[in-house]
């Protein structure tokens, strides 16, 4: 495991000989609290590369998955399993799967419902380490769904367009102080969250006018104030949208000491610390302590107050890429003033992409050819994704887009929402400098409360990587009392040996270090032959991690009046105003809101029988009835789904229905005799499109039934004996990337592909290449290659290429 570098300064990147190394207690001792708070801790992030932005219902979503450990993000070798999540419009997840980390990489997709209905949807990536470690620690990414049909959009219940817009003002270091010029930085933001340009004066409290100021860019921006002893401030503002308002500026410290960080040079930071009057005549030559953390290393070192105006410059030489934090704390080791600072080091891959030459026809072969080299300009191996697409057919925002650079060098390591976190990467412009700046001003950090780490409030149990797959359950009498070194069997329906052991004093059983495919199934036996049928065993499924109501993230919105995107075959259309943050609260419609298990959530099924449509009697033989386009076998052990061709019913699958009973799947069709219709709340038909979130098991169709009294979705019980399903690793499908010869280019069927090429991974050898290839569909545009990745060090590398098709 990696360790932080811990020191008490790095002396020769300083130019001030007042800043410097001493027996300084307070500074010790923080360094020693940090240290603890660290040691042991693993942090890791995780990142999803998307094949595009945005998607229509019936496609699929391509991702890949990077893993890293600690602030030199490097790939974790840590956890094992990686969970992700697709969650609805309205915070309900829609399907969950597990992928196996190799060495912190793994790639999957989501093949999305024909019948979704059009929203902003979100994909959610963490570890169990990041789990246990609070929900702000995972990834997330909005992803825009359109549905086929053109329905109207589905929004988050909490999102009210009416609220009028906000605005927040951050001093410097945190507070103004009487007497000292301190910078002021503001944030406006509209009804949804997204940045909203202002305007405005501040004003004292005799009416003059002290200050103005407009917007930069995203509604942040920043003043000068040099606040008086007892005076108050406020500022009139008048907000892009028309609204006027006035806010009350923070109320000034008389007392205090300020910390001013100014980053605009590319080799150093100009730090300056400044006490007013008051404060500097009470601790006249006592020393304050400025603590730098940048999570690769920490330092800090004294300044002693001799005077009211220290200043010094660090080079940025020592530190890598990222976010550092500077800590000034009193003589006393209390925190007094924060800022945070972004440094800009040239050590991002450089990835350089041929193709030969840049401009191709129609469904003509692209050999492309990659060179990876490091800082150093030395040639290096690494681990890449790859995404090809048309940009005349899907619009892409470079502003906008979140990508491996943004994701884990600035939105993971900052609180709150991020606006267009691509803008500060794809331009490299002093104005955009400055403006990340004002973003550091404004957003608060998350990486820890130095309230917890002072005062060692921390959590002292450290959590440990989930490294294999697990079965677990508890076994219990037939009266409910736990059943201590009971015997309990766990046989693979799929052939390997069967594993034994006993329950443990809670009557709990648990098989871990075990590696098996989402298509597994095991039988779970108690107990033995004369005392089987009066134990009840009862299997833990699987809980997803609590569903945070986030609201609308306005950066991943359809904002274009009208955006056209090539799916399945033919070149469909949709009215993108449905999603824009103007549109009123919707959800689903009276009829849609009702009791299911499914994974689609309701509203998502081709047929929906509810408790008053069954009438009374048992289940089956009423569904033999009511249900439309199913034929049952003889012996009602299995269901089809079929269609009337000619006055014939023909089978559209060999595969029979999939039954799922209360969120259970694979229970037995007989079993539905037991269930009398007076039981059951809802019963759903799924075909076709509607049926693909249940893969492969439900290409036949799936017949959901929820019943009154459904369980809790994540316990599975029987008598004795149990078969399960447990989820496993899932197995990612291969993107198809068509191969043209003479004979197919004659072919007239369109090829119309929305993401032209996706390759998950592309591993650079010790010389720094790679190569691959693939064919241009048939529209015309400009086609984007997408590229990036981590070498074996953690340096991060991402490159956007471009070639015409004509």
């Not at 693993?42 to 019936?58: P, Q, S, T, W």
């Not at 001093?171 to 009487?178: T, Y």
């Not at 590319?266 to 601790?283: G, M, W």
Request: charged fraction near 20%; include cysteine.
């Amino acid at each position: 495991m990696k360790k932080i570098f811990f020191a008490l300064i790095f002396l020769y990147a300083f130019n001030s000989a007042a800043f410097c190394q001493s027996n300084n207690v307070v500074a010790v001792d923080i360094v020693a609290k940090l240290k603890s708070f660290y040691t042991g801790r693993i942090v890791e992030k995780a990142y999803l590369h998307f094949d595009r932005h945005r998607y229509m219902a019936g496609d699929t979503i391509y991702f890949k998955a990077y893993v890293t450990f600690g602030e030199q993000h490097e790939l974790s070798g840590q956890s094992r399993i990686l969970y992700i999540d697709l969650i609805s419009p309205v915070d309900s997840v829609i399907r969950s799967i597990k992928l196996q980390l190799k060495g912190g990489i793994a790639w999957g997709d989501f093949a999305l419902p024909g019948a979704l209905p059009t929203g902003n949807y979100r994909i959610r990536a963490y570890t169990g380490l990041m789990r246990d470690q609070g929900l702000t620690n995972f990834f997330q990414q909005t992803i825009p769904i359109s549905s086929v049909a053109g329905d109207k959009a589905i929004s988050p219940q909490s999102f009210q367009a009416t609220n009028p817009p906000e605005l927040q003002f951050f001093p410097e270091g945190g507070n103004l102080v009487a007497g000292l010029n301190s910078k002021v930085a503001f944030k406006a933001i509209n009804s949804n969250g997204s940045g909203l340009d202002v305007k405005g004066v501040v004003v004292d409290n005799t009416g003059q006018t002290v200050a103005a100021f407009n917007s930069r860019r995203l509604g942040m921006g920043y003043f000068n104030l040099q606040p008086e002893v007892g005076k108050t401030y406020k500022a009139n503002l008048v907000f892009a949208n028309g609204i006027k308002s006035s806010i009350d500026l923070p109320k000034a410290d008389t007392k205090g000491i300020a910390l001013a960080l100014d980053n605009s040079d590319p080799d150093v930071i100009k730090i300056r610390v400044s006490s007013n009057k008051a404060y500097f005549d009470e601790n006249q030559n006592k020393e304050v302590s400025l603590v730098i953390n940048s999570g690769v290393a920490v330092s800090s070192g004294r300044i002693r107050l001799s005077s009211q105006l220290f200043s010094t410059n660090l080079k940025k030489s020592q530190f890598r890429t990222g976010i550092v934090q500077f800590t000034l704390f009193s003589p006393e080791g209390d925190p007094l003033c924060e800022r945070l600072v972004f440094v800009n080091r040239p050590d991002l891959l450089k990835l350089s992409i041929n193709t030969g030459k840049t401009a191709f026809k129609p469904r003509e072969r692209v050999a492309v050819n990659i060179t990876c080299k490091n800082k150093d300009d030395s040639l290096t191996a690494g681990h890449f994704s790859v995404a090809v697409i048309n940009e005349n057919e899907v619009h892409i925002d470079e502003n906008k887009e979140n990508s491996i650079l943004s994701w884990l060098l600035l939105s993971s390591d900052l609180k709150g929402y991020i606006e267009q976190p691509g803008y500060y990467f794809a331009h490299t412009d002093t104005v955009t400098n400055a403006n990340l700046d004002v973003l550091m001003l404004t957003q608060g950090y998350r990486r820890f409360v130095w309230k917890q780490v002072l005062n060692d409030k921390y959590p002292t149990v450290i959590p440990t990587p989930e490294n294999s797959l697990k079965i677990s359950g508890l076994v219990t009498s037939s009266t409910g009392k736990p059943m201590v070194k009971e015997k309990v069997a766990l046989v693979s329906l799929n052939g390997g040996p069967i594993l034994n052991q006993l329950t443990d004093t809670a009557g709990r059983f648990n098989f871990t270090g075990l590696d098996f495919a989402d298509s597994a199934r095991f039988i779970l036996r108690a107990g033995n032959e004369r005392n089987r049928n009066n134990l009840k065993i009862r299997f833990d499924k699987d809980k997803p991690a609590p569903v945070t109501n986030t609201g609308f993230w306005p950066d991943q919105q359809v904002n274009a009046d009208s955006v056209t995107v090539a799916s399945q075959g033919k070149v469909l259309s949709y009215n993108a105003k449905a999603l824009s943050a103007k549109s009123k609260t919707l959800a689903y419609n009276e009829n849609d809101a009702y009791k299911t298990e499914s994974l689609a959530g309701a509203g998502h099924a081709d047929q929906v029988l509810h408790n008053k449509d069954l009438g009374d009697g048992i289940l089956l033989e009423k569904l033999a009835v009511l249900l439309n386009g199913v034929e049952f076998s003889g012996d009602f052990s299995s269901a089809y789904v079929v269609r009337n061709l000619h006055g014939t019913l023909m089978k559209l699958s060999n595969t029979a229905l999939l039954i799922v009973v209360d969120g259970v799947k694979g229970v037995g069709l007989g079993s539905l005799n037991s269930l009398q219709t007076t039981d059951v709340e809802t019963v759903e038909l799924l075909k076709s499109e509607n049926a693909s979130m249940y893969g492969a098991d439900g290409s036949g169709g799936v017949l959901l039934i929820t019943t009154k009294n459904a369980k809790d979705p994540t316990i599975s019980s029987s008598t004795g004996v149990l078969q399960i399903r447990p989820t496993g690793f899932y197995k990612a499908r291969e993107f198809y990337s068509p191969s043209y010869d003479n004979a197919s280019l004659a072919n007239k069927q369109g090829d119309l592909r929305p993401t032209i090429y996706w390759k998950p991974e592309i591993i650079t050898d010790k010389d720094g290449k790679a190569e691959f290839e693939y064919y241009n569909a048939d529209a015309a545009g400009t086609y984007r290659i997408v590229i990036e990745g981590i070498d074996d060090k953690g340096y991060l590398g991402r490159q956007v290429y471009r070639y015409k098709v004509e």
